[in-house]
């Protein structure tokens, strides 16, 4: 069929004088088709009216779409049942002529961002190895919209607190944020609304504030709109993750840092650029830094437990073991577990990221063993009124703190044998069990005993029997 512009060419050379020969001869085109575009008169191809295989059918054929779901292999199997004689492309052709089972397809959107206008902030679910297993993971990603730049990390969850750590990375790293921040409705910074009526959470609003920057959410349903962020998600998948292996999450932030500062200084065919020479433009139009960016953390209360531990996260830490039963005031930060009794810090550690029941232990706060520990322990109210009433039970309770004995259960126990059992057995038998290295308390009564025999209970006045 001609087309337009060689219909046009026809009735110009025709109105120039030339006859049909020489404007078939001058546009390769037979003298038939010059005549009938002369006997038209204008330059519109006429549509072609065909007949359609599956018009007749058109009846049967929205009943069936209905019947089987949709499914148009179905459709064509039923109506060639029914004696119909089209072929699956020509229903399938028709369908979509017709707009049975296909809606109108609609233009894409385009978004153009100013420099420092908007940065966009997502999160997804990732499978890598790390530690020598397959560990699922949550990415965290934050792209400028007009630079490109990107930046993302790995947690093994994300809450607000990750969120809040994550952020302060990514800004840190691009020294500096944008105006507002879009997010896709997430839990860890809505408080109530969506889109526009989208009201973040007090303590992420104050976040942005300290930052100069707001969130901002897309209406759900429009993904697209925060299309900047979530296109790179497939390049980490099927670039960053594929066959690389990870030590720990310490690794995989290291290495992800590593890998952004790569791709953000490659050129994009589509940005006829790289991302940190468009940055450069960008940079003096973003937020910058406050003066101070104080560090994040999350803040716990707990009770040492008898063993010395205080627990978050299933991970128990070590604190001094003379706060056991003393309330202590938390600190989980990016990497570290702080202890605080009152404003004085009393423990540091390395945090755990995962939750896995571990212990994590300082040796200097644990007791000192034996003679270190008794050398050093203060006497205790018992001790002293136990060696007023006896002295000679002084050496014998020497003997017991270098066993491992010695608590106040022994001292009460002992304390009562010299309160109801003469002197002088008793300090007899205390002689000899520490002539011996006999520490048995039971065995002691046993011994006082024997050598008390029927004459239990002293004379009045005759205290050294």
């Not at 299933?314 to 039963?325: K, T």
Request: glycine letters at 6%.
């Amino acid at each position: 069929m001609i087309d337009q512009t060689t219909r046009s060419a026809i009735l110009r050379l025709r109105s120039e004088g030339h006859g049909t020969r020489a404007i078939a001869t001058a546009l390769g085109i037979s003298r038939g088709a010059v005549k009938r575009v002369l006997a038209a008169g204008n330059d519109q191809v006429p549509h072609l009216e065909r007949a359609e295989l599956a018009e007749p059918h058109r009846a049967d054929i929205l009943a069936l779409y209905a019947s089987c779901k949709g499914n148009l292999v179905r459709v064509h199997e039923e109506l060639l049942a029914l004696g119909a004689t089209l072929s699956y492309p020509a229903l399938t052709a028709f369908c979509r002529r017709h707009g049975i089972g296909h809606d109108p397809p609609e233009p894409a959107g385009r978004y153009d961002f100013a420099p420092g206008q908007e940065m966009q902030h997502d999160t997804s679910p990732h499978t890598a190895e790390i530690g020598g297993r397959a560990t699922r993971i949550q990415t965290a990603s934050l792209v400028l919209c007009y630079s490109r730049m990107l930046f993302f990390q790995a947690y093994p969850h994300f809450r607000r607190f990750e969120c809040k750590v994550f952020l302060t990375d990514a800004l840190t790293y691009f020294e500096g944020g944008c105006a507002q921040c879009m997010i896709d409705n997430t839990h860890v910074v809505v408080l109530s609304g969506s889109g526009r009526q989208m009201v973040p959470v007090p303590e992420m609003l104050a976040f942005g504030e300290r930052f100069g920057f707001e969130f901002i959410a897309h209406e759900i349903g429009d993904a697209n709109r925060s299309a900047r962020v979530e296109r790179p998600f497939d390049y980490i998948e099927n670039n960053f993750l594929a066959g690389r292996r990870f030590e720990a999450f310490e690794d995989f932030n290291a290495q992800a840092r590593a890998w952004s500062d790569k791709v953000n200084a490659t050129p994009k065919r589509h940005l006829h650029a790289s991302p940190r020479e468009l940055f450069a433009a960008e940079r003096v139009a973003m937020k910058p830094l406050p003066v101070f960016v104080p560090e994040v953390y999350e803040l716990h209360h707990r009770t040492v437990d008898t063993e010395g531990y205080v627990n978050v996260r299933r991970n128990r830490y070590s604190v001094p073991y003379a706060l056991i039963g003393r309330d202590v005031e938390v600190r989980e930060s990016k990497e570290r577990i702080d202890v605080f009794e009152g404003p004085r810090r009393v423990a540091s550690h390395k945090r755990v990221l995962e939750p896995t029941d571990a212990r994590v232990t300082d040796p200097d706060h644990r007791p000192p063993r034996h003679e270190r520990f008794f050398a050093h322990r203060a006497v205790s109210i018992e001790e002293k009124r136990l060696v007023e009433r006896l002295p000679e039970s002084a050496g014998y309770v020497e003997l017991l703190r270098q066993r491992g004995r010695g608590g106040t259960r022994d001292l009460r126990w002992l304390h009562r044998m010299v309160d109801e059992y003469p002197r002088r057995p008793m300090r007899d038998a205390l002689l000899e069990a520490l002539r011996y290295g006999m520490t048995d308390l039971e065995r002691l009564e046993r011994m006082v005993l024997r050598r008390i025999g029927r004459d239990f209970f002293p004379k009045d006045g005759d205290d050294d029997r």
